[in-house]
Nanobody
Framework: QVQVVESGGGLVQAGGSLRVSCAVS????????MGWFRQPPGKPREFVAA????????LYADSVAGRFTASTDNAKNMVYLQMNALKLEDTAVYYC??????????????????WGQGTQVTVSA
């Protein structure tokens, strides 16, 4: 069993930066893929970014590429999402998810097995 807990959300002005974190515990493995997803108000969940456990592979949604950066700290069992140049449309609940390595790059989220409770990110004008 794996537990994931997000933190670091908050309120930020458009153009600003924020980093959300994901603490991973339990049966962590280098064979895991990690994903970041978000659910804007009134909209379905969408893929944001994926990163391999060791951080060697990353993938980003077109809407965040060049602005968001995913990273890992294996020593601390942490996964991060650095968000820069935030836009109003980035407002959402952000979720961290873990799954077997083969799900890396799959954007639906359905095959990620372990999910956090989410952290709210609100971008204001």
């Amino acid at each position: 069993q794996v537990q994931v807990v997000e933190s670091g959300g908050g309120l930020v002005q458009a153009g600003g930066s924020l980093r959300v974190s994901c603490a991973v515990s339990g049966r962590t493995s280098s064979n895991y893929a990690m994903g970041w997803f978000r659910q804007p108000p009134g909209k379905p969940r969408e893929f944001v970014a994926a990163i391999s456990w060791k951080g060697s592979r990353t993938l980003y949604a077109d809407s965040v590429a060049g602005r968001f950066t995913a990273s890992t700290d294996n020593a601390k069992n942490m996964v991060y999402l650095q968000m820069n140049a935030l836009k109003l449309e980035d407002t959402a609940v952000y979720y961290c998810a873990a799954g077997p390595a083969y799900v890396f790059g799959r954007t639906s989220g359905a095959e990620y097995r372990y999910w956090g409770q989410g952290t709210q990110v609100t971008v204001s004008a």
